[in-house]
């Protein structure tokens, strides 16, 4: 009898994860099929923020392209923690570079909190000359119609914030191919379905947009300055407030830095965590996005060689759908288009983060580990033996 039962929890749980994929579909399609809005109208100028910590792969691309704008009138602001961080000499080779645009580097010393990307852009915003402010990641690059494009939702009153989706820079190597992967064929996919259902209530790392206005509104970036998750804490904040969160369908790309197996587990592991603690039911409901084990799980119960290659079947069909409702259609990824075949073992190895998140509570970014706490980031030891002030 409990075997019987079992079997049947079994199966019944490997349909869901066939359910969210379909959903997923649904909603890269309805996406995707939403009128895009005229970039074309007033250009107010523009303050871009970049918190920066450390020369990331790529760094002067990625740079360069906010400097390439179609934009009559913008600054940008780099800020680091210290005199001696190693961005500094690409930062004033960009200066250099393009000596008709303000760009302007800041140490920001004096910490607002223990998250260092929040502190820097709690200096920046102080700095900045402008009203709207754009806030980057230091990993981004974009086109040069990026600003016309993030800028134009903000015409309308009731647009609280403006994010947009990102796909992977790969540069050949498996581990930053697979962690590309991961944003087409499963974050962003997540993102989308979060839309449809409920509608847009956080903001992407790798481009938020607001007004100093609605800033001061949440606080500023002093309340987010523990916040493990601030990009998500600014456009929940800014939702609760009444204001819409505009999802943008152009999108930008970061670079998939992970070189080893270790950075790749390290980078995932801390963003599961971060998801953990800032939203625990979200945590739990990743398991039923899980297709690959639960299906396996289903074969094996199956009563029936022809059922349990029916799961395994199914599981292969929807998720390389959602790959490429996503990825391959939706975003134009070409790591998407030419690695799809890596999906399942993408799979396998985030089945396995989403168990070891049960039992980590500690993450390390930037050389410093953390506790994470109820959404708050908590400096223990350094790697270093030091204590983060």
Known sequence: MFATLLRYIVLVGAALPF????????SAWSFSRRPRKDPAGPTPPV???????????????????FCRQDYPEYEILFGVADEEDPAIPTIQKLIQDFPHLPIRLLICKGKKGSNPKVSKLCHLVREARHDLLVISDSDVRVAPDYLRAIVSPLRETHVGAVTCLYSGIAEGRLWSEMEALYLTSDFLAGVLVARQLEGVKFALGATMAITRERLAEIGGFEALADSAADDFELGNRIAA????????ACSVKTVCASRTARDFFEHHIRWTLIIRHSRPGG???????????????????????????????????????????VGVWGLRDQVARRKWWLVPLRDALAFLIWLAGFFQNRIHWRGVEYYIHEGRLIPTASRGGTVEE
């Not at 359910?19 to 649904?26: D, E, H, K, Q, S």
């Open 47 to 65: 303050s871009i923020l970049k918190p920066v910590a450390g020369l990331e792969r790529e760094a002067y691309e990625n740079f360069a392209s």
């Open 241 to 248: 407030r009444g204001y819409r969160v505009e999802l943008l």
């Open 283 to 325: 945590y739990w409901g990743l398991l039923f996005t899980q297709g690959l084990p639960w299906s396996v799980a289903a074969a094996i119960a199956a009563p029936t060689r022809t059922v349990a290659v029916a799961y395994l079947g199914t599981y292969l069909l929807l998720r390389l759908a959602v790959v490429f409702a």
């Open 19 to 26: 359910a969210y994929f379909l959903v997923a579909i649904y």
